[in-house]
């Protein structure tokens, strides 16, 4: 399965903001090679494009459904024995649940319900202190 196609256009595929929800995001992916990445897509679609980076990689399809089974058969799946996580490359990665690092810590709020109750605790140590 040669690739007949232009790393040039190729590229500019991979690259077009217009055409991402077509395209895949592989994470976690062995060394491999183009073909060899082309190959795990085409049972779902047509690949008109592909990039393969150190660890990570992206196939593009003809269209968002194609790319959306592709990725959902894809995802957690084992490619060259390594699990891969696979996601629609268009759609924003769901955020973490780790509060914003400029969010301050806030105390809970004092209730007010009995001012006579004071619920404070004093441990005297050393009698000779106080």
């Given at each position: 399965?040669?690739?007949?196609?232009?790393e040039g256009?190729?590229l500019?595929?991979?690259?077009?903001?217009?055409?991402?929800?077509?395209?895949?995001?592989?994470?976690?992916?062995p060394?491999?090679?183009?073909?060899?990445?082309?190959?795990?897509?085409?049972?779902y679609?047509?690949?008109i494009?592909?990039?393969?980076?150190?660890?990570?990689?992206?196939?593009?399809?003809?269209?968002?459904?194609?790319?959306?089974?592709?990725?959902?058969?894809?995802?957690?799946?084992t490619?060259?024995?390594?699990?891969?996580?696979v996601?629609?490359?268009?759609?924003?990665?769901?955020?973490?649940?780790?509060?914003?690092?400029?969010?301050?810590?806030?105390?809970?709020?004092?209730?007010?319900?009995?001012?006579?109750?004071?619920?404070?605790?004093?441990?005297?140590?050393?009698?000779?202190?106080?």
């Amino acid at each position: 399965m040669g690739d007949t196609r232009p790393e040039g256009n190729n590229l500019g595929l991979i690259k077009d903001p217009n055409l991402a929800k077509n395209r895949i995001f592989l994470g976690n992916i062995p060394v491999c090679t183009k073909e060899e990445l082309e190959s795990i897509g085409g049972p779902y679609g047509t690949v008109i494009a592909s990039m393969v980076k150190d660890k990570f990689a992206f196939l593009q399809f003809e269209s968002e459904e194609v790319a959306n089974k592709a990725a959902k058969a894809l995802h957690k799946s084992t490619f060259k024995g390594k699990p891969i996580n696979v996601r629609n490359a268009g759609y924003q990665k769901p955020p973490t649940s780790k509060p914003p690092a400029n969010a301050s810590i806030l105390p809970p709020p004092i209730l007010e319900s009995n001012p006579d109750i004071n619920d404070c605790e004093i441990i005297v140590v050393n009698k000779n202190n106080t």
